[in-house]
Nanobody, 119 residues
Framework: QVQLVESGGGLVQAGGSLRLSCAAS????????MGWYRQAPGKQRELVAS???????NYADSVKGRFTISRDNAQNTVYLEMNSLRPEDTAVYYC?????????????WGQGTQVTVSS
């Protein structure tokens, strides 16, 4: 099986920064798309940012110019640098990854990490 291990969440003041990390471990051939989703209370889970192993990036409009996604493919790790944080960024942030072996493709979720932005 594959496990996604997240770290970096916490409490930060508005205007501050946080860096989230997510590492994929287990048995697989490769990791293609990795990304971050978030879910605030009473709201649907939404895509924040994603990145393929080839370097294609996608961002939600609400975070463009403030958040940066990056990857270390050698470590199967994805990062989310969050700058100029706002209270509306408060949510549980989930790592997500598309993983393939020799036969199948799979999608995995991390356990989630809380990001709280205080005003």
């Amino acid at each position: 099986q594959v496990q996604l291990v997240e770290s970096g969440g916490g409490l930060v003041q508005a205007g501050g920064s946080l860096r989230l990390s997510c590492a994929a471990s287990g048995t697989f051939f490769s990791v293609n798309r990795m990304g971050w989703y978030r879910q605030a209370p009473g709201k649907q889970r939404e895509l924040v940012a994603s990145m393929t192993s080839a370097g294609t990036r996608n961002y939600a409009d609400s975070v463009k110019g403030r958040f940066t996604i990056s990857r270390d493919n050698a470590q199967n790790t994805v990062y989310l640098e969050m700058n100029s944080l706002r209270p509306e960024d408060t949510a549980v942030y989930y790592c997500n990854a598309d993983v393939v072996d020799s036969i199948h493709g799979y999608n995995y979720w991390g356990q989630g990490t809380q990001v709280t932005v205080s005003s």
